[in-house]
């Protein structure tokens, strides 16, 4: 039986450091232990940050992306390719691809993949929507720039399937993305070739 070495508060902190992605427990330790060391540079300003989230950040009704605007920032900028529609796994391969700069299209954020042993179907997924916005007139292409995973791989073929009643063209990431590689890890360099590269499934 571990003892405890802090009070309740400093406990939770930590606890709820360690369930963030990357972070077990000996690293949120660390990291509880620098927001507190550095209290009033940090730890103030986080938790104001941290409260203006809660109270402020939402998902986008159209897209599935996350904002402080309903609908979010991408979706009302005119400027975009809306004859494209990027899909995407998680929020954050859209920041990705949007910080590489290499397509200027709308996106949808299906919120995960297929996975059956997880207990996640289509109705777990935002894929309705997409068939709907699909389906727009002014829609021809939707690209499937999933993860290269067997779960990314099988929902791109549930979508392909799915988006066949619709009259656009559906393709996917080609070279450039390695098997089993996500693209929030990937460089600049690679996801550019992987769009330019894209094949129509």
Do not use: F
């Amino acid at each position: 039986m571990s003892k405890k070495i802090a009070g309740p508060e400093i406990e939770r902190l930590v606890q709820l450091l360690s369930r963030l992605p990357g972070l077990g427990p000996r690293s949120a330790r660390k990291a509880a232990l620098a927001l507190i060391k550095r209290r009033v540079e940090l730890l103030v300003p986080l938790a104001s940050a941290l409260a203006d989230a809660v109270d402020k950040i939402v998902v986008c009704p159209d897209c599935g992306n996350v904002d402080t605007l309903s609908p979010c920032s991408i979706c009302r900028d005119e400027r975009r390719d809306r004859s494209l529609i990027v899909v995407v796994e998680e929020v954050g391969d859209l920041w990705a691809l949007e910080r590489a700069s290499v397509i200027n299209a709308s996106y949808h954020v299906l919120g995960g993949h297929l996975s059956p042993l997880d207990g996640i179907g289509p109705d777990r997924l935002n894929i309705a929507r997409l068939v709907e916005r699909a389906s727009a007139a002014h829609v021809t292409e939707v690209l499937l720039a999933l993860n290269a995973t067997v779960e990314g791989q099988s929902t791109a073929h549930y979508l392909t399937d799915q988006l066949s009643s619709c009259d656009v063209a559906v393709s996917r990431l080609a070279q450039g993305v390695p098997m089993g590689g996500e693209l929030d890890y990937l460089d600049e360099g690679t996801l550019a070739a992987a769009i330019k590269s894209r094949k129509r499934m």
